[in-house]
Protein backbone atom coordinates (compact mmCIF):
# COMPACT_ATOMS: atom_id res chain seq x y z
CA UNK A 1 0.00 0.00 0.00
CA UNK A 2 1.40 3.28 -1.12
CA UNK A 3 1.81 5.96 1.57
CA UNK A 4 1.30 9.82 0.31
CA UNK A 5 3.00 12.22 3.05
CA UNK A 6 1.92 16.38 2.78
CA UNK A 7 3.43 19.07 4.58
CA UNK A 8 1.77 22.40 5.21
CA UNK A 9 -1.86 21.79 6.82
CA UNK A 10 -3.32 24.41 4.96
CA UNK A 11 -6.28 25.19 2.74
CA UNK A 12 -4.07 23.24 -0.24
CA UNK A 13 -3.37 20.46 2.02
CA UNK A 14 -7.49 19.74 2.93
CA UNK A 15 -8.32 20.37 -0.73
CA UNK A 16 -5.62 17.56 -2.15
CA UNK A 17 -6.64 14.85 0.95
CA UNK A 18 -10.45 15.47 0.24
CA UNK A 19 -9.84 15.08 -3.83
CA UNK A 20 -7.39 12.00 -3.28
CA UNK A 21 -10.00 9.95 -1.31
CA UNK A 22 -12.97 11.22 -3.72
CA UNK A 23 -11.01 9.92 -6.42
CA UNK A 24 -10.98 6.35 -4.59
CA UNK A 25 -7.18 6.55 -3.16
CA UNK A 26 -6.93 4.01 -0.53
CA UNK A 27 -3.50 4.49 0.76
CA UNK A 28 -2.14 5.74 3.96
CA UNK A 29 -2.19 9.52 4.06
CA UNK A 30 -0.19 11.60 6.49
CA UNK A 31 -0.48 15.28 7.16
CA UNK A 32 2.40 17.01 9.01
CA UNK A 33 1.10 20.60 9.98
CA UNK A 34 3.22 22.78 12.33
CA UNK A 35 0.45 24.38 14.29
CA UNK A 36 -1.63 22.30 16.60
CA UNK A 37 -4.93 22.82 14.96
CA UNK A 38 -6.79 21.47 12.45
CA UNK A 39 -6.66 22.85 8.79
CA UNK A 40 -8.64 26.01 8.80
CA UNK A 41 -9.85 29.05 6.83
CA UNK A 42 -7.15 32.12 7.16
CA UNK A 43 -9.59 35.04 5.41
CA UNK A 44 -11.77 35.25 7.94
CA UNK A 45 -9.10 35.66 10.29
CA UNK A 46 -8.75 39.00 10.16
CA UNK A 47 -12.30 39.93 9.69
CA UNK A 48 -15.14 37.31 11.96
CA UNK A 49 -12.93 35.80 13.87
CA UNK A 50 -10.85 39.19 15.40
CA UNK A 51 -14.15 40.92 15.13
CA UNK A 52 -15.49 38.12 17.39
CA UNK A 53 -18.25 37.08 15.06
CA UNK A 54 -16.92 33.35 14.09
CA UNK A 55 -15.73 30.67 16.77
CA UNK A 56 -12.82 28.89 16.44
CA UNK A 57 -15.19 25.90 14.73
CA UNK A 58 -16.50 27.77 12.11
CA UNK A 59 -12.96 28.57 10.51
CA UNK A 60 -12.11 24.49 11.05
CA UNK A 61 -11.99 23.58 7.24
CA UNK A 62 -13.73 20.10 8.24
CA UNK A 63 -13.97 18.88 12.04
CA UNK A 64 -11.74 16.15 12.98
CA UNK A 65 -14.44 13.53 12.39
CA UNK A 66 -13.88 14.00 8.44
CA UNK A 67 -10.23 12.87 9.14
CA UNK A 68 -11.07 9.98 11.09
CA UNK A 69 -13.84 8.45 8.70
CA UNK A 70 -11.22 9.31 6.06
CA UNK A 71 -8.39 7.55 7.98
CA UNK A 72 -5.87 10.20 7.60
CA UNK A 73 -3.32 10.38 9.94
CA UNK A 74 -2.79 14.09 11.32
CA UNK A 75 0.28 15.01 12.78
CA UNK A 76 -0.34 18.80 14.02
CA UNK A 77 1.98 20.90 15.71
CA UNK A 78 4.57 18.95 13.98
CA UNK A 79 7.91 20.51 12.53
CA UNK A 80 9.04 18.65 9.68
CA UNK A 81 12.98 18.97 9.78
CA UNK A 82 14.04 17.91 6.64
CA UNK A 83 13.31 15.80 3.16
CA UNK A 84 15.50 13.05 1.92
CA UNK A 85 15.09 13.04 -2.04
CA UNK A 86 16.55 10.27 -2.63
CA UNK A 87 16.05 7.62 0.22
CA UNK A 88 12.32 9.36 0.67
CA UNK A 89 11.86 9.73 4.13
CA UNK A 90 11.12 12.59 5.90
CA UNK A 91 12.85 13.16 9.63
CA UNK A 92 10.56 14.58 12.18
CA UNK A 93 13.43 14.90 15.24
CA UNK A 94 14.71 11.34 15.42
CA UNK A 95 12.19 9.86 13.76
CA UNK A 96 12.54 8.92 9.94
CA UNK A 97 9.22 8.70 8.21
CA UNK A 98 8.83 6.46 4.49
CA UNK A 99 6.83 8.21 1.93
CA UNK A 100 6.17 6.89 -1.68
CA UNK A 101 4.73 10.13 -3.02
CA UNK A 102 5.17 13.74 -1.04
CA UNK A 103 3.11 16.83 -1.57
CA UNK A 104 4.73 19.93 -0.28
CA UNK A 105 1.76 22.59 0.64
CA UNK A 106 3.69 24.91 2.95
CA UNK A 107 2.14 28.20 2.10
CA UNK A 108 3.85 31.60 3.14
CA UNK A 109 4.85 33.44 5.59
CA UNK A 110 4.51 37.29 6.37
CA UNK A 111 7.14 39.59 6.27
CA UNK A 112 8.12 40.93 9.74
CA UNK A 113 9.88 44.33 10.42
CA UNK A 114 13.21 43.82 10.80
CA UNK A 115 14.13 43.71 14.89
CA UNK A 116 16.90 46.60 14.31
CA UNK A 117 14.13 49.03 13.96
CA UNK A 118 11.48 47.31 16.83
CA UNK A 119 9.63 44.77 15.17
CA UNK A 120 10.15 42.26 17.80
CA UNK A 121 8.94 44.49 20.48
CA UNK A 122 5.73 43.57 21.75
CA UNK A 123 2.65 44.86 20.91
CA UNK A 124 3.73 44.92 17.22
CA UNK A 125 1.88 41.49 15.70
CA UNK A 126 1.75 39.83 11.58
CA UNK A 127 -1.82 38.68 10.95
CA UNK A 128 -0.95 35.35 9.01
CA UNK A 129 -1.90 32.57 11.33
CA UNK A 130 -4.60 31.67 14.49
CA UNK A 131 -2.01 32.64 17.09
CA UNK A 132 -1.30 35.99 15.63
CA UNK A 133 -4.78 36.56 16.01
CA UNK A 134 -5.31 34.99 19.17
CA UNK A 135 -2.44 36.73 20.58
CA UNK A 136 -3.72 40.47 18.75
CA UNK A 137 -7.49 39.78 19.44
CA UNK A 138 -7.59 41.18 23.65
CA UNK A 139 -5.89 43.92 22.59
CA UNK A 140 -7.52 45.49 19.79
CA UNK A 141 -10.05 47.30 21.99
CA UNK A 142 -12.23 50.86 21.50
CA UNK A 143 -9.80 53.61 22.14
CA UNK A 144 -6.52 51.90 21.98
CA UNK A 145 -4.05 53.55 18.99
CA UNK A 146 -3.39 51.14 16.51
CA UNK A 147 -0.26 51.78 13.53
CA UNK A 148 -1.16 49.68 10.19
CA UNK A 149 2.06 49.36 8.81
CA UNK A 150 1.24 48.80 4.72
CA UNK A 151 -1.42 49.63 2.53
CA UNK A 152 -2.12 46.12 0.99
CA UNK A 153 -5.21 44.36 1.38
CA UNK A 154 -4.16 42.64 4.43
CA UNK A 155 -3.28 46.35 6.11
CA UNK A 156 -6.66 47.52 4.54
CA UNK A 157 -8.49 44.22 5.89
CA UNK A 158 -6.98 44.82 9.28
CA UNK A 159 -7.31 48.93 9.60
CA UNK A 160 -11.25 48.31 8.35
CA UNK A 161 -11.41 45.67 11.84
CA UNK A 162 -9.99 48.23 14.02
CA UNK A 163 -11.95 51.31 12.89
CA UNK A 164 -14.87 49.15 13.33
CA UNK A 165 -13.77 47.98 17.15
CA UNK A 166 -13.87 51.92 17.28
CA UNK A 167 -9.97 52.51 17.55
CA UNK A 168 -7.77 55.33 17.13
CA UNK A 169 -6.27 53.70 13.60
CA UNK A 170 -3.57 55.21 11.60
CA UNK A 171 -2.24 53.38 8.46
CA UNK A 172 1.22 53.96 6.39
CA UNK A 173 2.41 52.97 2.95
CA UNK A 174 5.81 54.00 1.65
CA UNK A 175 4.56 53.57 -1.90
CA UNK A 176 3.26 57.11 -3.01
CA UNK A 177 -0.16 55.39 -2.79
CA UNK A 178 -2.22 52.73 -1.07
CA UNK A 179 -2.72 49.22 -3.35
CA UNK A 180 0.41 50.66 -5.57
CA UNK A 181 1.33 46.63 -6.84
CA UNK A 182 -2.31 45.50 -6.96
CA UNK A 183 -5.08 47.72 -8.36
CA UNK A 184 -5.71 50.87 -10.31
CA UNK A 185 -5.62 54.24 -9.23
CA UNK A 186 -9.34 54.11 -9.29
CA UNK A 187 -9.64 51.17 -7.05
CA UNK A 188 -7.32 52.99 -4.59
CA UNK A 189 -9.04 56.07 -4.34
CA UNK A 190 -12.19 53.86 -3.62
CA UNK A 191 -10.56 52.39 -0.55
CA UNK A 192 -8.98 55.43 0.56
CA UNK A 193 -12.04 57.58 0.55
CA UNK A 194 -14.21 54.44 2.09
CA UNK A 195 -11.30 54.23 5.05
CA UNK A 196 -10.97 57.56 5.18
CA UNK A 197 -14.89 57.87 5.90
CA UNK A 198 -14.49 55.66 8.61
CA UNK A 199 -11.77 57.73 10.47
CA UNK A 200 -8.94 56.03 9.38
CA UNK A 201 -5.94 58.41 8.90
CA UNK A 202 -4.34 57.29 6.07
CA UNK A 203 -0.60 58.76 5.44
CA UNK A 204 0.79 57.59 1.60
CA UNK A 205 4.78 58.07 0.81
CA UNK A 206 5.74 57.64 4.02
CA UNK A 207 7.35 55.02 5.66
CA UNK A 208 8.51 53.54 9.08
CA UNK A 209 11.82 55.10 10.85
CA UNK A 210 11.43 52.72 14.09
CA UNK A 211 9.48 51.33 17.10
CA UNK A 212 10.39 52.59 19.84
CA UNK A 213 9.41 50.72 23.29
CA UNK A 214 9.18 50.60 26.93
CA UNK A 215 10.18 47.83 28.84
CA UNK A 216 10.25 45.54 25.55
CA UNK A 217 6.63 46.88 24.46
CA UNK A 218 5.97 49.36 22.00
CA UNK A 219 5.21 52.84 22.77
CA UNK A 220 5.76 55.04 19.18
CA UNK A 221 6.47 55.30 15.98
CA UNK A 222 9.00 57.12 14.36
CA UNK A 223 7.95 58.07 10.87
CA UNK A 224 10.41 58.68 7.75
CA UNK A 225 9.58 62.26 8.12
CA UNK A 226 10.55 62.78 11.68
CA UNK A 227 6.66 62.98 12.99
CA UNK A 228 6.69 60.17 15.89
CA UNK A 229 2.73 58.42 16.78
CA UNK A 230 2.52 57.38 20.26
CA UNK A 231 0.61 53.85 19.90
CA UNK A 232 -0.10 50.72 21.80
CA UNK A 233 -0.24 48.60 19.25
CA UNK A 234 1.07 48.43 16.04
CA UNK A 235 0.27 45.71 12.98
CA UNK A 236 1.90 45.04 10.39
CA UNK A 237 1.12 43.93 6.47
CA UNK A 238 4.30 44.63 4.45
CA UNK A 239 3.84 40.86 2.36
CA UNK A 240 4.13 37.55 2.64
CA UNK A 241 7.22 35.15 0.97
CA UNK A 242 6.97 31.75 -0.07
CA UNK A 243 7.93 28.93 2.95
CA UNK A 244 10.63 27.27 0.89
CA UNK A 245 12.83 26.22 3.58
CA UNK A 246 12.60 22.85 3.52
CA UNK A 247 12.63 22.67 -0.34
CA UNK A 248 15.71 24.48 -0.45
CA UNK A 249 18.01 22.21 1.81
CA UNK A 250 16.88 19.17 0.03
CA UNK A 251 17.95 20.62 -3.38
CA UNK A 252 14.53 21.16 -5.09
CA UNK A 253 14.78 23.81 -7.95
CA UNK A 254 13.56 27.34 -6.49
CA UNK A 255 12.12 30.19 -8.83
CA UNK A 256 9.99 32.86 -6.67
CA UNK A 257 8.99 29.68 -4.88
CA UNK A 258 8.62 26.31 -5.17
CA UNK A 259 9.21 25.47 -8.81
CA UNK A 260 6.54 22.97 -10.32
CA UNK A 261 5.71 21.86 -14.22
CA UNK A 262 2.55 22.46 -15.46
CA UNK A 263 1.15 19.45 -13.63
CA UNK A 264 2.79 20.28 -10.43
CA UNK A 265 6.11 18.10 -10.52
CA UNK A 266 9.31 19.67 -8.75
CA UNK A 267 12.20 19.20 -9.54
CA UNK A 268 12.61 15.96 -7.37
CA UNK A 269 11.06 12.48 -8.20
CA UNK A 270 7.66 11.84 -6.77
CA UNK A 271 7.71 15.46 -5.05
CA UNK A 272 4.62 17.51 -5.35
CA UNK A 273 4.14 21.16 -4.59
CA UNK A 274 0.71 23.44 -4.47
CA UNK A 275 -0.71 26.40 -3.30
CA UNK A 276 0.91 29.61 -2.14
CA UNK A 277 4.03 27.88 -2.15
CA UNK A 278 4.40 26.95 -5.46
CA UNK A 279 4.89 28.46 -8.95
CA UNK A 280 3.92 27.23 -12.35
CA UNK A 281 4.42 27.61 -15.71
CA UNK A 282 2.50 30.79 -17.43
CA UNK A 283 2.51 32.15 -20.49
CA UNK A 284 6.52 32.30 -21.03
CA UNK A 285 7.30 32.93 -17.66
CA UNK A 286 5.99 31.58 -14.33
CA UNK A 287 3.25 32.31 -11.93
CA UNK A 288 2.65 32.47 -8.20
CA UNK A 289 -1.00 33.20 -6.78
CA UNK A 290 -1.45 33.62 -3.35
CA UNK A 291 -5.46 33.17 -3.01
CA UNK A 292 -7.89 30.30 -1.70
CA UNK A 293 -8.96 29.62 -5.08
CA UNK A 294 -5.71 28.74 -6.68
CA UNK A 295 -4.95 26.82 -3.39
CA UNK A 296 -7.55 24.52 -3.85
CA UNK A 297 -7.82 24.32 -7.90
CA UNK A 298 -4.06 23.73 -7.65
CA UNK A 299 -4.07 21.15 -5.23
CA UNK A 300 -6.96 19.48 -6.58
CA UNK A 301 -5.20 19.58 -9.60
CA UNK A 302 -2.39 17.49 -8.12
CA UNK A 303 -4.22 14.96 -6.22
CA UNK A 304 -5.79 13.93 -10.19
CA UNK A 305 -1.92 13.55 -11.50
CA UNK A 306 -1.08 11.43 -8.32
CA UNK A 307 -3.19 9.56 -9.31
CA UNK A 308 -1.99 8.67 -12.63
CA UNK A 309 -4.12 11.65 -14.31
CA UNK A 310 -1.91 14.23 -17.26
CA UNK A 311 -3.84 17.82 -16.36
CA UNK A 312 -2.20 20.99 -16.92
CA UNK A 313 -3.52 23.44 -14.37
CA UNK A 314 -4.86 26.05 -16.40
CA UNK A 315 -5.66 29.29 -13.25
CA UNK A 316 -8.85 30.81 -12.97
CA UNK A 317 -7.55 33.61 -10.76
CA UNK A 318 -9.94 35.38 -8.61
CA UNK A 319 -9.84 37.14 -5.61
CA UNK A 320 -11.69 39.02 -2.64
CA UNK A 321 -11.13 41.24 0.02
CA UNK A 322 -14.31 42.29 2.74
CA UNK A 323 -13.95 45.85 4.35
CA UNK A 324 -16.54 47.28 6.42
CA UNK A 325 -20.07 46.53 4.15
CA UNK A 326 -17.56 46.45 1.09
CA UNK A 327 -16.93 43.03 -0.54
CA UNK A 328 -14.09 43.71 -3.47
CA UNK A 329 -14.32 40.56 -5.91
CA UNK A 330 -11.66 40.65 -8.45
CA UNK A 331 -11.60 38.32 -11.43
CA UNK A 332 -8.69 38.30 -13.79
CA UNK A 333 -5.06 39.53 -13.63
CA UNK A 334 -4.92 42.99 -13.98
CA UNK A 335 -0.63 43.05 -15.17
CA UNK A 336 -0.15 45.11 -18.43
CA UNK A 337 -3.45 47.19 -18.71
CA UNK A 338 -3.26 50.53 -20.50
CA UNK A 339 -7.06 51.80 -19.57
CA UNK A 340 -9.73 51.64 -16.76
CA UNK A 341 -13.52 51.47 -17.30
CA UNK A 342 -15.55 52.82 -14.81
CA UNK A 343 -19.11 51.25 -14.60
CA UNK A 344 -21.58 52.46 -11.96
CA UNK A 345 -24.69 49.97 -11.46
CA UNK A 346 -26.50 51.84 -8.82
CA UNK A 347 -27.29 51.58 -5.00
CA UNK A 348 -23.29 52.29 -4.57
CA UNK A 349 -22.37 49.15 -6.44
CA UNK A 350 -19.50 49.69 -8.90
CA UNK A 351 -16.52 47.96 -10.81
CA UNK A 352 -13.41 49.22 -12.83
CA UNK A 353 -12.57 46.82 -15.70
CA UNK A 354 -8.99 46.78 -17.03
CA UNK A 355 -8.52 46.68 -20.68
CA UNK A 356 -5.32 46.04 -22.64
CA UNK A 357 -6.19 47.80 -25.99
CA UNK A 358 -9.54 45.98 -26.53
CA UNK A 359 -8.56 42.95 -24.25
CA UNK A 360 -10.55 42.29 -21.07
CA UNK A 361 -8.05 41.57 -18.54
CA UNK A 362 -9.57 41.95 -15.24
CA UNK A 363 -12.64 43.69 -13.21
CA UNK A 364 -12.17 44.83 -9.85
CA UNK A 365 -16.14 45.05 -8.83
CA UNK A 366 -17.39 46.36 -5.59
CA UNK A 367 -20.71 45.27 -3.49
CA UNK A 368 -21.53 44.46 -7.66
CA UNK A 369 -21.70 40.17 -7.74
CA UNK A 370 -23.21 40.45 -11.17
CA UNK A 371 -20.69 42.39 -12.83
CA UNK A 372 -18.06 39.68 -11.21
CA UNK A 373 -19.55 37.12 -12.53
CA UNK A 374 -19.65 38.03 -15.56
CA UNK A 375 -16.18 39.23 -16.27
CA UNK A 376 -15.00 36.37 -14.67
CA UNK A 377 -16.70 34.31 -17.58
CA UNK A 378 -16.11 36.61 -20.18
CA UNK A 379 -12.15 36.55 -19.27
CA UNK A 380 -12.27 32.80 -19.03
CA UNK A 381 -14.00 32.46 -22.26
CA UNK A 382 -10.99 34.82 -23.60
CA UNK A 383 -13.64 37.58 -24.69
CA UNK A 384 -13.64 40.89 -24.37
CA UNK A 385 -16.58 43.38 -24.81
CA UNK A 386 -16.44 46.52 -25.90
CA UNK A 387 -15.55 49.08 -23.40
CA UNK A 388 -18.08 51.62 -24.87
CA UNK A 389 -20.77 49.03 -23.59
CA UNK A 390 -19.07 48.11 -19.96
CA UNK A 391 -19.25 52.30 -19.47
CA UNK A 392 -22.74 52.21 -20.37
CA UNK A 393 -25.67 51.91 -17.69
CA UNK A 394 -28.08 51.25 -19.44
CA UNK A 395 -26.21 47.75 -21.09
CA UNK A 396 -27.24 44.08 -19.73
CA UNK A 397 -24.20 42.84 -18.55
CA UNK A 398 -25.48 39.53 -18.64
CA UNK A 399 -26.49 40.36 -22.51
CA UNK A 400 -22.55 40.10 -23.23
CA UNK A 401 -22.48 36.44 -22.74
CA UNK A 402 -24.28 35.80 -25.73
Given at each position: MSHIAVI????????????????????????????PVLPYQRPPLSKAYLLGEMPLERLYLRPEQWYIDNEVTLRLGTHVDAIDVSGKTLTVEDEHIAWDQLVLT?????????????GDLEGVYVVRNLADVDAMGPEATEGKRVLIVGGGYIGLEAAAVCAKRKMDVTLIEAAPRILGRVASPETADYFRNLH???????????????????????????????????????????GITPTTGLAEAAGIAL???????????????????AGDCASFPHGEGRMRLESVPNAIDQAECVARNILGGTETYLPKPWFWSDQYDTKLQIAGL???YDRIITRESGDGAMSFWYYAADTLLAVDAMNDAKAFMVAKRLIEAGRSPSAEAVA???????????
Amino acid sequence: MSHIAVIGAGQAAASLIAELRKRGFDGDITLFGAEPVLPYQRPPLSKAYLLGEMPLERLYLRPEQWYIDNEVTLRLGTHVDAIDVSGKTLTVEDEHIAWDQLVLTTGSSPRHLPAAIGGDLEGVYVVRNLADVDAMGPEATEGKRVLIVGGGYIGLEAAAVCAKRKMDVTLIEAAPRILGRVASPETADYFRNLHQSNGVKIHEGLGLARLNGTDGRVTSAELADGATLDVDLVIVGVGITPTTGLAEAAGIALDNGIAVDEQGRTSAPDIWAAGDCASFPHGEGRMRLESVPNAIDQAECVARNILGGTETYLPKPWFWSDQYDTKLQIAGLNTGYDRIITRESGDGAMSFWYYAADTLLAVDAMNDAKAFMVAKRLIEAGRSPSAEAVADPSTNLKALLK
